[in-house]
């Protein structure tokens, strides 16, 4: 399976991804975390029910990103997610995590809709989450103070049975090329 529990052996790995200048800045925190604060940070979200925290592996076992899971209401099945690839990674592997994590989310979590909120700045995630079949459901503005000023934040929703149908679209039309 290409998406496995984060353990504490990912965290120097996924603190060096995060604290990628080009990862750092798509963040809502992105001030350069420490890896004591890292550790501590991890420590409590293993502790949590409502969150889950995931590295993808490419089929050689290379991890190749961090996916998660947030605010995750089991009764009413929906959550927040996010992800971030390996900023040297291969073209294709945001697109590849992504489905995998949405296909976990909705076939094996068996939850009912997935959320996200992204930074207005962050062109190539309103992009990414608009080719996964993401719905616009409001803008947020000047919702965020980030280190460039004020910016809007883009909220998106994608419901199961949404999916399974852009799913198809998305892997049929791809199916020629390399996702």
């Known amino acids: 399976m290409p998406l496995r529990k984060i353990e504490e052996a990912d965290l120097e790995l996924m603190l060096s991804w995060r604290n990628h200048p080009s990862i750092r800045q798509s963040m809502f925190s992105q001030s350069v975390i420490l890896f004591d604060q890292h550790r501590a940070w991890f420590r409590r979200q293993a502790q949590k029910d409502d969150c889950l925290w995931l590295i993808y592996e490419t089929h050689e076992n290379r991890p190749a990103g961090i996916v998660y899971f947030t605010d995750m209401d089991h009764a009413s099945k929906n959550a927040f997610w996010g992800f971030y690839a390996d900023p040297e ?91």
Request: negative net charge; proline residues 1%.
């Open 89 to 179: 990674a291969q073209p294709g592997t945001g697109t590849r995590m992504g489905i995998e994590a949405i296909d976990l989310y909705f076939r094996e979590l068996d939850f009912h809709k997935l959320n996200a909120e992204v930074l207005e700045k962050n062109e190539r995630s309103l992009r990414f989450h608009r080719k996964l079949g993401f719905e616009v459901e409001g803008v947020f503005r000047d919702q965020y103070l980030g280190e460039e000023g004020f910016q809007s934040v883009t909220r998106f929703g994608l419901l199961a049975a949404e999916w399974a149908e852009h799913r198809k679209v998305l892997t049929a039309s791809s199916s020629n090329n390399s996702l």
